[in-house]
T-cell receptor
Framework: QQQVKQSPQSLIVQKGGISIINCAYE??????FPWYQQFPGKGPALLIA?????SEKKEGRFTISFNKSAKQFSLHIMDSQPGDSATYFC???????????FGEGTQLTVNP | EAGVVQSPRYKIIEKKQPVAFWCNPI?????LYWYLQNLGQGPELLIR????????DSQLPKDRFSAERLKGVDSTLKIQPAELGDSAVYLC????????????FGPGTRLTVL
């Protein structure tokens, strides 16, 4: 059951550009929305997360925008760097005790 | 602080053979997770432990998969017998109870079933 849909599947941007990855969810009980970054041969690592009481959260070059009414959230990577090249997963989780549901991932390539 | 440790990193077996994966979570983390990650997809939860208790194993194929977490620390995931479709990366993660939902992942074990 696909409860979190992620797009695009792959993304190529130039160094210095903005990378935007989108996710949509169905379950209105979700209240925690993290983004994970995964490099080849490594496990996913938490990048940034948001709860639905705010519409935006920024940490350095990474920003999450959250639209509760549309049940959508997105990751923006400003000034993208070749070192940002990785697979990015959005995820969602409900109340304590529920599982973390991941999107299908976006493979980001930042060209130098 | 040491991260989540998994071994082996890679495993190649013939179908119908048994296989086991080991995970050592971050010290002090009560909650331990096993995930399955197929190529090009996001991780999918197999089982979650709170200390020694498996509190969510609804997605674990119990006919061939089993897991244990003795003493509430290390955990082992076993497949017996393995099938071709089990080829994937098996990820272990841990967290402080359910604190903020933040889970720390290990590097995974890549299983290839021939």
């Amino acid at each position: 059951q696909q409860q979190v849909k992620q797009s695009p599947q792959s993304l190529i941007v130039q160094k210095g550009g903005i990378s935007i990855i989108n996710c949509a969810y169905e379950n209105t009980a979700f209240d925690y929305f993290p983004w994970y970054q995964q490099f080849p041969g490594k496990g996913p690592a938490l990048l940034i997360a948001i709860r639905p009481d705010v519409s935006e959260k920024k940490e350095g070059r990474f920003t999450i925008s959250f639209n509760k009414s549309a049940k959508q959230f997105s990751l923006h990577i400003m000034d993208s760097q070749p070192g940002d090249s990785a697979t990015y997963f959005c995820a969602a989780k409900g109340a304590s005790g529920s599982r973390l549901t991941f999107g299908e991932g976006t493979q980001l390539t930042v060209n130098p | 602080e040491a991260g989540v440790v998994q071994s082996p990193r890679y495993k190649i077996i013939e179908k119908k053979q048994p296989v086991a994966f080991w995970c050592n979570p971050i010290s002090g983390h009560n909650t331990l997770y096993w995930y399955l990650q197929n190529l090009g997809q996001g991780p999918e939860l197999l089982i979650r432990y709170e200390n020694e208790e498996a509190v969510d194993d609804s997605q674990l194929p119990k006919d061939r998969f089993s897991a244990e977490r003795l003493k509430g620390v290390d955990s082992t995931l076993k497949i017996q017998p393995a099938e071709l479709g089990d080829s994937a990366v098996y990820l272990c993660a841990s967290s402080l109870v359910q604190a903020g939902g933040e889970q720390f992942f290990g590097p995974g074990t890549r299983l290839t079933v021939l």
